[in-house]
């Protein structure tokens, strides 16, 4: 008996999120679409144009704005930034500096101290119990 293979299959919203690109930017085709698990790879190994200008200069999710301030998602939206921003928008913050990125930059600093000093608690943990 031969198994039949199904093609997965992802809406546009989970694609894009895989792709690191805001939705609402993406070509009408895409948005109305479905994305398989191949069209997907292939989006990734060789992206078309208007992938490659989305991911240039945006506009830009909230995770991959989060990551180019070096920031939470969290720390954006205390900052009421709730939308998208283009990659000029986000390098204006950074040139700008506010104060609450400042402080969100210390937050995060502090978070990924916190977690190295965990990490590195359980490893001696898990080195001790051996």
Do not use: C
């Not at 070509?27 to 144009?49: I, T």
């Amino acid at each position: 008996m031969k198994s039949q293979q199904n093609t997965q299959t992802m809406k546009p919203a989970t694609a894009a999120k895989k792709l690191g690109v805001y939705l609402p930017a993406t070509p009408k085709e895409f948005q109305e679409g479905v994305v398989s698990r191949a069209e997907l790879d292939e989006l990734q190994a060789n992206p078309p144009e208007w992938l490659r200008e989305l991911r240039r200069t945006g506009p830009h999710p909230r995770p991959v704005i989060a990551a180019k301030l070096g920031v939470s998602n969290a720390g954006l939206l205390r900052a009421g930034i709730t939308g998208a921003l283009t990659t000029e928008e986000i390098e204006a913050l950074r040139q700008e500096m506010p104060e609450w990125l400042v402080k969100e930059r210390a937050t995060q600093a502090e978070v990924r101290k916190e977690a190295a000093r965990l990490k590195e608690r359980d490893a001696e943990r898990a080195q001790q119990a051996k």
